[in-house]
């Protein structure tokens, strides 16, 4: 089975600041992973996702992560925030092969402040 | 459509009170997914469907859950006897292609259901 650890709840950052939203994973077998974004009242939205390959992706709004294998890690990061950005961000696994269901972690808010 | 709609948005039952959660995914979309998140913690599995089959139904709590989607397109989630425990956004998701995690899901806005 998988499971997902999204170690802050809150992030409170200023604007124009770097931030880094943790992730890490346990799995038996190789994953896929994800991080999608969530804003008041509207369903949930695919910032980016790694399934091979380079190990540092690419994602919509200027975000980035990076995963590392040997420390089962899918850190989000930004290099300055906006207000805009103020929303709830979650890391999801699902399994490369005979998998259907994405499993996805707790959550962590976002707080951008002027 | 433009993308997954869900209806209603908000739903308040009486405990005891069945409800149908609808769920219309993107045109020509296979794969069919269920979620329920509760209040501060992120989605969990309920189902998912490929086309008209339910290939899994593992994450549905109680026998009082049922889902289905006759015609491989629309699906409605069907809570019988609703509990307070029911309290949570369900929320719909579909992709383009077969249940491989690699293809992206796209998530309609949810439902809220409250159970008084």
């Known amino acids: 089975a998988q499971s997902v650890t999204q170690l802050d709840s809150q992030v409170p950052v200023f604007e124009e600041a770097p931030v880094e939203l943790r992730c890490n994973y346990s799995?038996?077998?190789?994953?896929?992973l994800f991080w999608y974004v969530q804003y008041p009242n509207q369903g949930l939205q695919l910032l980016l996702k790694?399934?091979?390959?380079?190990?540092l992706v690419k994602g919509i709004n200027g975000f980035e992560a990076e995963f590392n294998k040997s420390q089962t890690s899918f850190h989000l990061r930004k290099p300055s925030v906006h207000i805009s950005d103020t929303a709830e961000y979650f890391c999801?696994?699902?399994?490369?092969?005979?998998?259907?269901?994405?499993?996805f972690g707790a959550g962590t808010r976002l707080f951008v402040k002027a | 459509g433009a993308g997954v709609s869900q209806s209603p948005r908000y739903k308040v039952a009486k405990r005891g009170q069945d409800v149908a959660l609808r769920c219309d995914p993107i045109?020509?979309?296979?794969?069919l997914f269920w979620y329920q998140q509760a209040l501060g913690q992120g989605p969990e599995f309920l189902t998912y469907?490929?086309?008209?089959?339910?290939?899994?139904k593992s994450g549905l709590p109680s026998d009082r859950f049922f889902a289905e989607r006759p015609e491989g397109s629309v699906s409605t989630l069907k809570i019988q006897r609703t509990q307070q425990e029911d309290s949570a956004v369900y929320l719909c998701?579909?992709?383009?292609?077969?249940?491989?995690?690699?293809?992206?899901?796209?998530f309609g806005q949810g439902t809220r259901l409250t159970v008084v």
């Open positions: 998701a579909s992709s383009l292609l077969g249940g491989d995690g690699n293809t992206e899901a796209f």
């Open positions: 799995s038996s077998v190789s994953v896929y």
């Open positions: 790694y399934l091979s390959g380079s190990t």
């Open positions: 045109s020509g979309h296979v794969s």
């Open positions: 999801a696994v699902s399994r490369n092969t005979g998998g259907f269901k994405t499993i």
């Open positions: 469907f490929q086309n008209e089959a339910q290939l899994d």
